[in-house]
Structure formats: structure tokens, C-alpha cells
């Protein structure tokens, strides 16, 4: 009897990123320093027009003035994290950190292509988006001609191309859209070419991104401000009035305070309760008191709390304070569309930012299990993807099928 050979390990093929994916479509730049992590900022270069003016042939010629654009974006990164787990049979300890590293280097389009649609990471969990741009977002430009219509897939394609081309220079665009979509497109069209690694649409060279991270979802919702409207009635001829606004009183405000001190008392008094809250974010208007409303808004966060006024302090005739409140609306996450159709979206040229993997630090880098005898890694990098906010994002709704 032959004897028998020892088990062997054969590794299957390792991960690759994706060849037509965000990371890989984009222009990308490796951050190799912890500084930007607080954000960084830039200044797009398509908010601009280019003017057609007359041939100046003497005489007096009207020129317009150059378009202003005060345009800089803040980008803040997210974090991109991965956890490996793997049994130590037949291998070295010192092997396994290339793992998590591999997969987070072939992970992180997807993982960025996520955040870059939803948002996910790079907004507050209560107060919308903090900084980045993202494609699902309240200031997606449907360009649906009957919105809430999904068009035929070639249709679509065309509106969102029509809308890079209309949008300021008219320059080169990025057309974002899930795999489903981007593979039908590509199924037997002549619409694209292949260009280097890039697939790009025939008439204008535009970037088609087939997103492994990208849901299909359409444009979240515009949030509204809550505003509390105080009105004074009866006489009110001296005295002092407090304030309770988001949960907060105010000191005693005097009778004839204009809309700068109730903004001052609101604040103080706001800050003192919810040291979280923006109170950068609340405005006040109107007042004084006995001459007209004092209107108090600020951006709808959450479940609204009710507001009130305290007027016992008041003199004059029959002093009292109204209040009404106008609840807003808080961001509604962008909905699942309906079955056979999905969102596409249309950008600028987008710019992904990436810091260098690295595996997390040596007490927690590799955790050995004895009872299971494995051993775990984790490995981190910060991410953001961002494009001119000039140039979209346009979104359009399309049908899967047929596939015209």
C-alpha cells in the first residue's frame, strides 16, 4: 500500500479590484500622510462658461463680465476597514497579514462606490450630509422628461449625455450606474468603446463606472427647516419673556429685544442643553415682540419638540405670547425603485482619494485562538471620492427591459 500524502492547501486565484469600477474609472491620488484626514479641500475647474463675444472692430462693445464662481469643496474621508479570519493549519503565523491587505485593496471600489451613491459614510446620522457630495442626494437633477417615468435604457442614456453636455464647458463626464444597467448597455451596443481600461460612450467620450457598490437607489428627499412663530398680543409695554426651543428655556429676554438678542439667548441657551447642536444653524427673525413675530427656524434634525413662551413677566395690557410651529421634513433616505427599473446618475470627472492600506496596530493585529486555532487581521484605509459640483449629479430613472 502506498502510503498516504499529507493534505495540501491550493490557494484559488487571489482578488483583484475592478477593472470598470470607481477607483479604477476615476482619476485617483494616494494620500500618504494622516492630514488629510480632517478633510481637504479644491476648487473645480468646470464651473466656469466661456463667453462668445463680438468682434470688436472699433466702437464701443458691451463685454460681459466673467461668471464668479465660488465653488470650493471640502472633502472629508471615510474608513475603510476589514477583518480576516483564517485557520493556522499548515501555515505560518507571519503569512497571514498580505491577506487583508489583498482584500482591502480589491474591496475598496466597491466599498467606496457605496458611500460615493448613498452617502453612507459621509453623512451625520441626524443632521444630512456633512461635506461630501454624494449621487442619491437632494440636489440630483432628475432628467426625466415625465419624472417618476422610467425611459427605455438607450433613452436614458442619451438625456444623461444631453446633460453633460449642457453643463458648464461642456466638458468630459463620468455616467455612474449598477452593474445590471451597465451590462445591459454593453450587451450587443454600439454606444461604447473600449478605451485603455475604460469604457466610454461613442458620441462624447463620457466614463461609463459599472458599480459592484452601486444600489440603483433614486435621489433622497429635501429636508425643510422647523420654524416657531411667537406673536405677541394684548399691549406689551416693558418687561421680560423667556423662550423654550428645541428643548431649551432662555434667560429672561427684555420686551423690546430685537431679532439679534433672541437669536443670542436662543443660541446660549441651546448650546447649554445639546452641546451637539449647530446652533450656527438657527435663525431668528422679526421681533421686537410688541411690533411684529418672532420667527424662530432651524434645520429639522429629528422628531420635532414642541415649543413655548413664558409672558408672566410681561406688563401692559393683557400681555401674552402665540406660538405656532411649522414642522419640517427630515432627509428621507433615497428609496429602492420599483422592480425592472433602477437609477443611473451623471457627474463631472470624479477624484478618489486613498490613503495606503495598513494593518491596524500590534496589539490588535493578530488575535490567536487556541481553542479554534485561528488567527484574526484587520486592515484599514481612508477613502473619499468627490466630483465638480457644477456638473450633477443628474439622475435619471430607466427601464431594464426591454433592454432599448
Excluded at 376 to 390: L, T
Aim: proline letters at 9%; one cysteine or more; glycine letters at 10%.
Amino acid at each position: 500500500m502506498s502510503p498516504i500524502s499529507p493534505p495540501k492547501i491550493v490557494n484559488g486565484p487571489a482578488v483583484t479590484p475592478s477593472l470598470r469600477g470607481l477607483v479604477a474609472s476615476a482619476t485617483p491620488a494616494i494620500e500618504d500622510n494622516d492630514g488629510w484626514v480632517g478633510g481637504f479641500t479644491w476648487d473645480p475647474e468646470t464651473c466656469a462658461i466661456v463667453n462668445v463675444l463680438p468682434n470688436d472692430c472699433g466702437g464701443d462693445v458691451d463685454y460681459p463680465d466673467p461668471a464668479e464662481f465660488e465653488n470650493c469643496v471640502t472633502v472629508l474621508p471615510s474608513m475603510l476597514e476589514v477583518a480576516v479570519i483564517r485557520g493556522t493549519l499548515h501555515a505560518r503565523l507571519g503569512s497571514y497579514p498580505t491577506i487583508p491587505l489583498r482584500i482591502l485593496e480589491a474591496g475598496t471600489t466597491k466599498a467606496l462606490e457605496a458611500d460615493f451613491w448613498t452617502g453612507v459614510g459621509s453623512r451625520h446620522a441626524d443632521s444630512g450630509v456633512v461635506g461630501n457630495q454624494y449621487l442619491a442626494s437632494p440636489d440630483a437633477t432628475v432628467v426625466n422628461p415625465t419624472p417618476g417615468t422610467a425611459v427605455p435604457l438607450r433613452q436614458g442614456l442619451a438625456l444623461l449625455e444631453q446633460a453633460l453636455a449642457d453643463c458648464g464647458v461642456g466638458g468630459r463626464g463620468m455616467i455612474h450606474a449598477p452593474v445590471e444597467v451597465a451590462s445591459l448597455w454593453t450587451y450587443d451596443s454600439s454606444a461604447f468603446v473600449v478605451d485603455g481600461d475604460q469604457l466610454v460612450t461613442l458620441a462624447r467620450g463620457n466614463i461609463l463606472v459599472a458599480g459592484a457598490g452601486y444600489p440603483g437607489t433614486g435621489p433622497d428627499s429635501e429636508s425643510t427647516p422647523t420654524e416657531h412663530t411667537f406673536t405677541g398680543t394684548g399691549g406689551i409695554t416693558g418687561g421680560t419673556y423667556t423662550l423654550t426651543v428645541l428643548g431649551a428655556t432662555t434667560a429672561p429676554i427684555v420686551w423690546d429685544a430685537n431679532a439679534l438678542d433672541v437669536l443670542l439667548s436662543v443660541q446660549v441657551a441651546v448650546e447649554q442643553t445639546d452641546p451637539t447642536f449647530d446652533i450656527d444653524s438657527i435663525t431668528v427673525t422679526g421681533g421686537p415682540l410688541e411690533t411684529a413675530p418672532i420667527v424662530v427656524s432651524y434645520p429639522t434634525v429629528g422628531p420635532v419638540q414642541p415649543a413655548s413662551a413664558d409672558a408672566s413677566q410681561l406688563t401692559g395690557t393683557a400681555p401674552a405670547i402665540d406660538v405656532a410651529t411649522t414642522e419640517g421634513d427630515v432627509v428621507t433616505p433615497a428609496a429602492t425603485p420599483a422592480a425592472g427599473t433602477a437609477w443611473v446618475y451623471a457627474t463631472g470627472q470624479v477624484q478618489t482619494r486613498l490613503s495606503l492600506p495598513e494593518i491596524t496596530p500590534d496589539e490588535f493585529k493578530e488575535a490567536f485562538d487556541r481553542k479554534t486555532n485561528t488567527v484574526s487581521y484587520r486592515a484599514w484605509r481612508h477613502a473619499a471620492a468627490n466630483f465638480d459640483p457644477c456638473c450633477g449629479p443628474f439622475a435619471v430613472l430607466v427601464s431594464l427591459y426591454p433592454a432599448t
